[in-house]
Nanobody, 122 residues
Framework: QVTLVESGGGLAQAGGSLKLACAAS????????KGWFRQAPGKKREFVAS????????YYADAVKSRFTISNDDAENTLYLEMNSLKPEDTAVYYC???????????????WGQGTRVAVSS
């Protein structure tokens, strides 16, 4: 069983930055692929970024490529999402996830966090 707790959300201005963290507890978190998803009001949850279990590959949605960076610290059991050049359309609840990341970055999610809200003002 893996428990994921996100933090770092909040209000930012367009062009600003936020860094989300996802603290994990449980068995062998380092052996899981990990990712971030988001859900904007009235929309379906969508993929943002993923990282393979050994951190050798990262994948990004086109909407965030070159602006967001996913990383993880296995020693601290923490997953990060650094978000730069934020846009109002990045406003959403952001969820971290653990599961299997395939060869093209898609995730089969076993565990979800509870989400953290990000609001970007114009």
């Amino acid at each position: 069983q893996v428990t994921l707790v996100e933090s770092g959300g909040g209000l930012a201005q367009a062009g600003g930055s936020l860094k989300l963290a996802c603290a994990a507890s449980g068995y062998l978190f380092s052996s899981y692929g990990k990712g971030w998803f988001r859900q904007a009001p009235g929309k379906k949850r969508e993929f943002v970024a993923s990282i393979t279990w050994n951190a050798d590959k990262t994948y990004y949605a086109d909407a965030v490529k070159s602006r967001f960076t996913i990383s993880n610290d296995d020693a601290e059991n923490t997953l990060y999402l650094e978000m730069n050049s934020l846009k109002p359309e990045d406003t959403a609840v952001y969820y971290c996830a653990a599961g299997i990341v395939d060869g093209v970055g898609l995730m089969d999610v076993d565990y979800w966090g509870q989400g953290t809200r990000v609001a970007v003002s114009s």
